[in-house]
């Protein structure tokens, strides 16, 4: 008896246990970073980020694959299928958890058939008006849309958008009655909002940003939980009497449910450990974003957060799922 055990033990200690042999040897083959967008957006911009840098840390090839359409969706779709190996990842955006709130019938469930990984970077939006609107605060912004009733419109890249749904949280939260405009890409919205035909736009830093510079549209506030590094003079919307709301643009990382634990925490730790590296953090803020970079668990506590505080929004607005 005393010989088997000690035949076990040599055998262990020759060959590692199951789990940690298979820890070591992840990756051995190129892994497919599926992002479910066109190229050339923040969110592919992020994707490339990333691929490069768990390239170095993995040792191993990552090759962006975009497969945009349906709202990322058709990314999703293919990941969710895929085989629970570590091998074949997806970038999403805030629309992964919108699109729980707003779509009636998703190919997959955005919850159960993903495994979190991290969040990649975390980016507040503008409120930006027209240059010519005689607002120069967002509590300014309220008082003219209280005085005017339905007359002052926001313009968002479609229905069911982030953008949409900012305008409409923001509508509930100050209790004003603004109109909804719908366009079907950033620089239809911008190029109204600069002739005037719209009023306020709810967009990334990267699209309001040479507006700005250029002074034909005024940047109110930011929505996310902190005043921008880079742009310290502009407030919140938060700290500008609307406490609640904090809007956050949000790219993250996910595997296919039921990929081993093993690797989805090594792939969460190699992209904490680039995020937090002051090359990053330069690169992010010069866009009006932060690194994100957390743990699984705080990745899938955030995503139920986001996907609950939507479903109350479109409920409140009366947006019917498509």
């Known amino acids: 008896m005393a ?3 000690f035949s076990l033990l040599l055998l262990c200690a020759t060959f590692g246990l199951p789990g940690e042999a298979a820890a070591q040897r992840y990756p051995t083959k190129p892994i497919r970073l599926v992002v479910g967008f066109a190229p050339g957006g923040n969110v592919d911009i992020t994707a490339r980020l990333v691929a490069r840098n768990l390239t170095a840390a993995l040792g191993q090839q990552v090759i962006v694959d975009n497969r945009g359409g349906a709202g990322g969706m058709i990314g999703g779709d293919i990941v969710a299928k895929s085989a629970p190996d570590g091998y074949t990842l997806l970038v999403v955006s805030s629309s992964h958890m919108i699109n729980a709130a707003t ?6 469930d955005p919850v159960k058939d993903f495994a979190p990984v991290s969040t990649l970077t975390i980016g ?7 240059a010519a609107l005689p607002v120069k605060s967002i509590q300014e ?11 002052i419109n926001f313009g968002a890249t479609g229905t069911g958008s982030l953008t949409h749904l900012e ?3 923001f509508k509930s939260a100050a ?3 603004i109109v ?19 009023h306020v736009v709810f967009s990334s830093t990267v699209s309001t940003l040479p507006f700005v510079r250029t002074g034909r549209v005024r940047a109110l506030a930011v929505t996310g939980a902190k005043r921008l590094a880079a742009f310290p003079e502009i407030p919140t919307v938060a700290e500008s009497g609307l406490p609640q709301f904090i809007v956050d643009s949000i790219a993250g990382m996910l595997a296919p449910a039921g990929t081993p634990r093993h690797i989805v925490n090594r792939l969460s730790a190699e992209i904490r450990k680039f995020m937090a590296t002051p090359e990053m953090r330069k690169m992010l803020a010069a866009q009006g974003a932060e690194p994100g970079g957390s743990t699984p668990e705080e990745y899938a506590a955030r995503i139920q957060q986001e996907i609950a505080r ?7 607005a009366g947006i019917k799922p498509r």
Not at 141 to 151: E, F, M, N, V
Not at 185 to 195: H, I, K, R
């Open 3 to 5: 010989r088997i055990t």
């Open 103 to 108: 779509v009636k019938k998703s190919p997959y």
């Open 124 to 130: 507040p939006h503008f409120v930006a008006v027209n």
């Open 141 to 151: 912004l309220i008082a003219l849309a209280r005085a005017k009733p339905g007359t």
């Open 167 to 169: 305008g409409e949280f």
């Open 175 to 177: 209790g004003i009655d």
């Open 180 to 198: 909804h405009v719908p366009y079907k890409s950033t620089s239809l919205a911008f190029a109204d909002l600069v002739g005037g035909h719209v």
């Open 310 to 316: 939507w479903k109350k929004v479109v409920a409140t």
